[in-house]
């Protein structure tokens, strides 16, 4: 499965972005889903999961109640809608792909490029 993360940007604190995961190939309903983030000097962090079918999804604490994880397997494409943005959200943000899901970032198998998201105060 070959992943391709994009719409970070630049936002203010309190705005909202969506991103977005396109993957490749017919197999990706198979694949559980994640989202991550990295900032600068620090280690990867989980954000978000969500199963195969779309019908479970686990947060991290940071975001949760403010981000959404979901996905089309019809589009191959997976999403992390994020509100209520915060300085302390700024990074680099990873999807990635696994047969089962899981909040540990080595687990992982595919990985798209990363997209930077700003929040500005």
């Known amino acids: 499965v070959q992943l391709q993360a994009s719409g970070g940007g630049l936002v203010q604190a309190g705005g909202s972005l969506r991103l977005s995961c396109a993957a490749s190939g017919r197999t990706f309903m198979s694949y559980a889903m994640g989202w991550f983030r990295q900032a600068p000097g620090k280690e990867r962090e989980f954000v978000a999961t969500?199963?195969?079918?779309?019908?479970?999804?686990n947060y991290a604490d940071s975001v949760e109640g403010r981000f959404t994880i979901s996905r089309d397997n019809a589009k191959n494409t997976g999403y992390l809608q994020m509100n209520s943005l915060k300085p302390e959200d700024t990074a680099v943000y990873y999807c990635a792909a696994k047969r089962g899901m899981s909040t540990v970032v080595a687990a992982y198998d595919y990985w798209g490029q990363g997209t930077q998201v700003t929040v500005s105060s």
């Open positions: 969500i199963s195969w079918s779309g019908g479970t999804t």
